[in-house]
């Protein structure tokens, strides 16, 4: 009959990795979740502000319609900085750091674009308000001066169509009779720009016209007196790169 022996123990073992180990399966999934997503693709989740940042770049394409749309722009940018800022500090969980520059790049790159495609539009409107002045104030120095001819050249062919010579020059002497003799002219500096359906850029405006000072007809030794200026609603139009009155409210087609 053999002889009973007692049961032989395990060794403890000597891995003090194994000795540590917690045998909680809980707490060995809370350790797994804090390390999910580091060094593998499988766990990464690209950041909501990465995403929004590049919808907003490509909007930002709304600012050619009208200025206030580069606010979309600068959101752009923020919600790409944001998601930088996310990203790096995700320890790893969190990817779309690419989408985040894309969008600060779009955002940079359409809002840019629209503000030297505006400022180049100011830019050349403020030489037409410039050249317009001074169509107008050559047609008051022309009408000082009495040199109607030459202000009538300042006039475009569709006015001359209408208003011949002789009438144009009844017509000035005639105001000037009623309101007093022209002394000058200028714009209002308040212009209102348009473009036609046949690619003619015009232009609205009011024309400042100036009076020389009169002496009262009852007491001639007394100091001329001014008079005050007159608003006359003015056209014009750019005619072979120059700008042509179409018509001011002094003149007035023959018959009515």
Same mark, same amino acid.
């Given at each position: 009959?053999?002889?009973?022996?007692?049961?032989?123990?395990?060794?403890?073992?000597?891995? +003090?990795?194994?000795?540590?180990?917690?045998?909680?399966?809980?707490? &060995?999934? !809370?350790?797994?979740?804090?390390?999910?997503?580091?060094?593998?693709?499988?766990?990464?989740? =690209?950041?909501?502000? *990465?995403?929004?940042?590049? =919808?907003?770049?490509?909007?930002? *394409?709304?600012?050619?319609?009208?200025?206030?749309?580069?606010?979309?722009?600068?959101?752009?940018?923020?919600?790409?900085?944001?998601?930088?800022?996310?990203?790096? !500090?995700? $320890?790893?969980?969190?990817?779309?750091?690419?989408?985040?520059?894309?969008?600060?790049?779009?955002?940079?790159?359409?809002?840019?674009?629209?503000?030297?495609?505006?400022?180049?539009?100011? $830019?050349?409107?403020?030489?037409?308000?410039?050249? =317009?002045?001074?169509?107008?104030?050559? %047609?008051?120095?022309?009408?000082?001066?009495?040199?109607?001819? +030459?202000?009538?050249?300042?006039?475009?062919?569709?006015?001359?169509?209408?208003?011949?010579?002789?009438?144009?020059?009844?017509?000035?002497?005639?105001?000037?009779?009623?309101?007093?003799?022209?002394?000058?002219?200028?714009?209002?500096?308040? %212009?209102?720009?348009? @473009? @036609?359906?046949?690619?003619?850029?015009? *232009?609205?405006?009011?024309?400042?016209? #100036?009076?020389? +000072?009169? &002496?009262?007809?009852?007491?001639?030794?007394?100091?001329?007196?001014?008079?005050?200026?007159?608003?006359?609603?003015?056209?014009?139009?750019?005619?072979?790169?120059?700008?042509? =009155?179409?018509?001011?409210?002094?003149? #007035?087609?023959?018959?009515?």
């Amino acid at each position: 009959m053999p002889e009973l022996e007692p049961p032989r123990k395990t060794p403890p073992s000597t891995d +003090k990795s194994a000795q540590t180990e917690s045998p909680d399966p809980i707490l &060995k999934l !809370h350790k797994m979740s804090t390390t999910a997503g580091v060094g593998s693709q499988d766990y990464v989740a =690209i950041n909501n502000a *990465a995403i929004v940042s590049v =919808i907003l770049g490509l909007c930002t *394409a709304l600012a050619f319609l009208g200025l206030p749309f580069l606010i979309v722009g600068a959101a752009g940018i923020v919600s790409g900085v944001i998601a930088l800022v996310q990203v790096r !500090h995700s $320890n790893g969980t969190q990817g779309g750091a690419a989408l985040a520059i894309l969008g600060i790049l779009l955002s940079l790159a359409l809002a840019g674009s629209v503000a030297a495609s505006s400022f180049l539009e100011w $830019n050349r409107q403020r030489d037409d308000e410039r050249e =317009i002045d001074k169509v107008l104030e050559q %047609f008051g120095q022309y009408v000082a001066a009495e040199q109607y001819d +030459k202000a009538y050249q300042l006039f475009s062919p569709d006015f001359q169509m209408v208003i011949r010579p002789d009438v144009f020059r009844v017509q000035l002497q005639a105001y000037q009779q009623y309101f007093g003799k022209i002394d000058g002219a200028t714009s209002n500096d308040v %212009f209102q720009f348009a @473009t @036609t359906t046949e690619g003619i850029q015009t *232009a609205q405006t009011q024309a400042i016209v #100036r009076f020389q +000072k009169q &002496k009262p007809a009852t007491n001639p030794t007394q100091p001329a007196s001014p008079r005050e200026p007159r608003r006359e609603p003015t056209g014009l139009y750019r005619l072979n790169g120059q700008w042509r =009155i179409a018509g001011m409210e002094i003149f #007035r087609k023959p018959g009515k």
